[in-house]
């Protein structure tokens, strides 16, 4: 399993978060397909299935409640910085600093949010499940304007070159999520480790949005 950290644990029964995070883990290493809610049974270490029925009516709806968790963490990470003081380029890549320490901490759950709901579930979906996909997609939307109302800002304060904005947030965000596709964790990595890591693709991140004028003062 991932890395967690305490930032927006949720309220409520802790042997649902335990169930989400081992789903999280599961769908992680196997995709949704090939992911039987036996396989995440054992990982939880529950004795029957009856637990997990209990929280979530089927694998399904596990696979979304572990998409909502994963958009809502990513809320958590970046929310209070892109309505918060400073700049744009401050806030931006201090955004992406934090969205990119939240893959390399979170790994399975914003992994497996990467892989995206329409490809793990297929073209035959119910009227239900395309509801939940809607919904799950509205929260991804909500994020993505979060930074895209940043880039807007930097472009109006001249902090950033002008751009075609709607492009260059699905550029960004691209880059910051391709994290959870080839970071591994280290033996012995340290928190310390992970934050330098985080900082240089932060640095990187924001770079193309820089008036030319600007390049040079990226350290």
């Known amino acids: 399993m991932g890395r967690k950290r305490e930032?927006?644990?949720?309220?409520?029964d802790e042997k649902q978060q335990g169930i989400l995070d081992s789903a999280a883990a599961v769908f992680m290493k196997q995709g949704f397909a090939l992911t039987s809610l036996d396989d995440i049974s054992d990982n939880y270490g529950a004795a029957s299935k009856g637990i997990i029925y209990y929280h979530f009516r089927s694998k399904t709806n596990l696979f979304f409640a572990v998409q909502r968790r994963a958009m809502e963490l990513t809320r958590q990470a970046i929310g209070s910085i892109a309505t918060g003081p400073g700049t744009p380029r401050q806030r931006l890549e201090q955004m992406s600093v934090a969205h990119t320490l939240l893959v390399m901490e979170h790994l399975d759950y914003l992994r497996v949010a990467a892989q995206g709901l329409?490809?793990?579930?297929?073209?035959?979906?119910?009227e239900e499940e395309r509801r939940e996909i809607a919904?799950?997609?509205?929260?991804?939307d909500s994020n993505e304007k979060l930074y895209l109302d940043v880039i807007q800002a930097?472009?109006?304060?001249?902090?950033?070159?002008?751009?075609?904005?709607?492009?260059?947030v699905k550029a960004l965000l691209g880059a910051l999520n391709w994290t959870s596709r080839w970071y591994h964790p280290r033996e012995g990595e340290t928190p310390a480790q992970r934050q330098k890591l985080a900082e240089e693709i932060g640095r990187f991140a924001i770079h193309a949005f820089l008036p030319e004028r600007n390049l040079k003062a990226v350290p």
């Open 135 to 140: 919904s799950v997609v509205a929260l991804r």
């Open 7 to 12: 930032i927006g644990t949720p309220a409520g």
């Open 118 to 126: 329409e490809m793990q579930l297929g073209s035959r979906t119910t």
């Open 154 to 168: 930097g472009m109006k304060s001249g902090d950033f070159r002008k751009v075609d904005p709607r492009i260059a």
